[in-house]
């Protein structure tokens, strides 16, 4: 047996000894992928973590994440293989720019990315996903609101809400951002009879030249339900394994790579269910102040407009 084996057959053991909930995201490694008990989006992962009868998770993709999970289950302990493996875009948000949108922009409420670290949601009124952004954005009285971090979400939910004000924040994935127009048209002509599915991170060029819009579950959905058999997914390359692996369709990414998704080895689960450490612990005000806006999020229910 390969050191890959013994340390999958090692991982599942402790699993199984500890009662350990193991979950990972749709751009993990598919080594990771593979072992995970829930795989999905971070929004699906962290209902999962609601539902699901563990006491320990071990959770594997960016920390931002692992956060929400743990906010939304502070009685649980959430452990994070690797604390470093952090979203550049969550990062972006800054208190003093955040504040300033909002003294420009009295009374408008923020609309919050799940893609964000808890301090910035707990100056947020409400949360969404790429899967929700419209709907959630349409339940809102307001005329004004303040989008945070992804400029291109936000414009994404301007195109599709023109009856409202989107403030944008200068926020954006780098991953996304990196998937260019000629992309598109290089993946259409190796691939004819695919059909394009992009993610709303992507530039609005890149959305225009595609023929589906959608958030990652959005996307194995989609393919779930379609007559095609073929797809090109823009965003994170991992998807196109997990489609497969889903839909047994066949599926093409472009060069799109998080490599803070891909800090999480094998290795490093193998540690982190040996020792369930390192562990999530953000600030007990904080979390309850940043799970106001996720809740809210969840009141109004989940979209499939993103
Ligand atoms: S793919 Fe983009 S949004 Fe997702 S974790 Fe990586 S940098 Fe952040």
């Known amino acids: 047996m390969t050191g890959a084996g013994r340390a ?61 999970v743990k906010v939304l289950n502070p009685e649980k302990t959430v452990v994070h293989p690797v604390p470093d493996s952090r979203c550049p875009m969550a990062g972006m948000v800054d208190t003093e720019t955040l504040m300033a949108l909002k003294g420009e922009n009295p009374g408008a409420p923020v609309v919050t990315y799940v893609n964000t670290t808890a301090e910035t949601k707990a100056l947020s009124d409400i949360c969404c996903t790429s899967a929700n952004a419209v709907k ?5 009285p307001d005329e004004r609101i303040i989008f945070v971090p992804d ?19 200068p926020g954006y994935c780098h991953v996304h951002m990196g998937i260019s127009l000629e992309d598109v048209e290089r993946l259409r002509r190796e691939h004819p009879e695919a059909e394009v599915l992009v993610h709303p991170e992507c530039t609005p060029d890149v959305v225009d030249a595609s023929d589906h819009v959608y958030s990652t579950e959005g996307m194995i959905r989609h393919a779930r339900d379609s007559d095609a058999d073929e797809f090109i997914v823009l965003t994170e390359k991992e998807l196109a394994y997990r489609l497969w692996k889903v839909t047994g369709k066949r599926a093409y990414a472009p060069d799109a790579t998080c490599p803070n998704m891909k800090k999480i080895t094998l290795e490093d689960v193998l540690s982190a269910v040996r020792g369930l450490e390192p562990t999530v612990e953000p600030d007990p005000e904080l979390m309850v102040r940043a799970r106001i806006p996720i809740q809210r999020m969840l009141d109004v229910g989940r979209g499939d407009e993103g």
């Open 136 to 140: 959630i954005v349409r339940s809102l």
């Open 151 to 169: 400029q291109n979400l936000g414009s994404f939910v301007q195109r599709m809400v023109p009856e409202k004000e989107i403030v944008l924040y």
């Open 8 to 68: 999958v057959d090692e991982i599942l053991r402790l699993r199984e000894e500890k009662g350990l909930a193991i979950m990972a995201h749709n751009y993990q490694v598919p080594e990771v992928q593979d072992l995970a008990d829930i795989v999905g989006d971070s929004l699906f992962l962290a209902m999962e973590g609601l539902r699901t009868g563990a006491d320990t998770i071990v959770f594997c993709g960016v920390a931002f994440m692992a956060e929400t």
